[in-house]
C-alpha cells in the first residue's frame, strides 16, 4: 500500500498523517490541499514536512528487540571474521527466528 502513490494521496486526502512517499508530498495537489486547510502563514509546507520527517525515529515495535540485535550483531560479526557469512546465514536466520519466539 505504501508504494503506491495514488493510494498513499488518497489516504493523506481523507485521513490524518503524511505519506512516507516523498513525491506525494511533493505533489500539486497535496501542496493546494494545504494551503486551502492552513492559513498561508501557518500552512504547512513540503519544507516543513521535509524537516519534521528528517527528524522523526521509528521505535522498535517487539519485545526483547534489543536482545535480538545483539544476537543478530554478534552472529553476523563472528561470520564476517571467520570468513564464512554465505554458509552461517541460514544458521543466524534460525537463531534469530527462535529469539523472536521467546
Do not use: C, H, R, W
Not at 503506491?4 to 494521496?9: A, K, S, T
Not at 505533489?27 to 520527517?53: C, G, R, V
Amino acid at each position: 500500500m505504501s508504494s503506491n502513490p495514488d493510494v498513499q494521496q488518497k489516504l493523506f486526502t481523507y485521513s490524518q498523517g503524511a505519506s512516507v512517499l516523498k513525491s506525494v508530498m511533493k505533489s500539486k495537489d497535496i501542496t493546494e490541499n494545504l494551503q486551502k486547510e492552513n492559513n498561508a502563514d501557518n500552512a504547512l509546507t513540503e519544507e516543513k514536512f521535509a524537516s519534521i520527517m528528517a527528524k522523526s525515529q521509528k521505535y522498535p515495535e517487539f519485545k526483547n528487540y534489543n536482545n535480538v540485535m545483539q544476537t543478530a550483531d554478534y552472529l553476523i560479526n563472528n561470520a564476517l571474521e571467520n570468513g564464512n557469512v554465505e554458509v552461517q546465514l541460514s544458521n543466524i536466520q534460525n537463531q534469530i527466528q527462535e529469539e523472536l519466539a521467546k
